[in-house]
């Protein structure tokens, strides 16, 4: 007779991973990502981040088919070669853009760039440019100037430390939902539809012949491009950093800024009390002063 016990072993149920049977980070788990983040990118996630951190890197555990943080943690440990923490860093600096997003900005732009009319190129940086938005809207607004000032002549350099938002900046393939951001002429100038793609456009390509997408860190202080920029744009990014870790990042963007030159901040965001040199000209707007001349006290 056989017996019933261990002739066949039936196999356990393991429940799929899902958001709702993982558990959450632990304090010391979210000690380790913070750290991580901070080391590489410079940016700081304070405790009440935690919610979002672990909703980000879901996707990436389920990827994985990893059951926890705890193992999350073992493979970024075990990265040797820096793929998968490249990864890490794509997931935790995601950032939502807009085109025009905040359309002062460009307004000011227009204005300084008609009122001292350059016979050399004019040379902008985009840093922190996310999926490309900024940046084609920048070339969009360049391009309206030289209808006016057929000599005007610019280059766009745009850089971010995210390689899955430089891939789509390279794509420049966008919905027709933020369409709906660009002011309706440079719609009918510069959006193209995207042929056998529903609900979708791409840039017109003189635009995109004039702007130079890389990666790059801004903690890399050090590292340089061998431009000297008439404007710098780095909006929206400095409530990331600790007030320290920001002066370092404006004060290496503010050494490759020409004098006389702009640099923009997000609207929300102040250098007030930073001490980088710089004099407010507009709402979040500074310009470095000519050689020889102080900032005003």
């Not at 919610?51 to 999350?72: I, N, P, V």
């Not at 004019?122 to 900024?134: K, N, R, V």
């Not at 102040?270 to 000519?290: A, C, F, I, N, T």
């Amino acid at each position: 007779m056989h017996s019933e016990n261990n002739d066949h072993t039936t196999p356990s149920y393991v429940e799929p991973l899902s958001a709702g049977n993982m558990a959450g980070m632990t304090p010391e788990e979210f000690g380790f990502f913070s750290a991580l983040i901070f080391e590489h990118v410079g940016i700081k996630l304070e405790n009440e981040k935690r919610s979002m951190l672990e909703m980000r890197l879901y996707k990436r555990l389920s990827a994985l088919q990893l059951r926890s943080f705890h193992q999350y943690m073992q493979v970024l440990q075990q990265d040797t070669n820096g793929t998968e923490l490249v990864a890490f860093t794509n997931l935790v600096t995601t950032n939502k853009t807009s085109f025009f997003r905040e359309q002062r900005h460009f307004d000011v732009l227009r204005r300084d760039i008609l009122a001292q009319p350059k016979t050399e190129k004019t040379f902008i940086w985009s840093a922190a440019c996310s999926s490309g938005e900024e940046a084609f809207s920048l070339a969009m607004q360049c391009e309206s100037i030289k209808g006016e000032q057929p000599h005007f002549d610019y280059r766009i350099l745009a850089t971010d430390v995210d390689t899955q938002r430089l891939e789509m900046c390279a794509n420049a393939e966008y919905t027709d939902e933020q369409r709906t951001d660009i002011p309706t002429l440079f719609q009918h100038q510069f959006v193209e539809r995207v042929m056998h793609k529903g609900n979708t456009f791409t840039v017109a390509e003189r635009l995109k012949q004039n702007i130079k997408f890389r990666q790059h860190n801004l903690i890399h202080y050090p590292e340089k491009f061998g431009i000297q920029f008439h404007y710098i744009f780095l909006r929206n990014v400095l409530f990331y950093f600790p007030r320290s870790t920001g002066e370092k990042v404006v004060r290496a963007l503010v050494s490759q800024l020409q004098p006389g030159g702009l640099f923009f901040v997000g609207l929300t965001e102040s250098l007030q009390h930073m001490d980088v040199g710089l004099e407010l000209v507009d709402v979040s707007v500074y310009r470095k002063p000519d050689a020889g001349r102080a900032v005003d006290e």
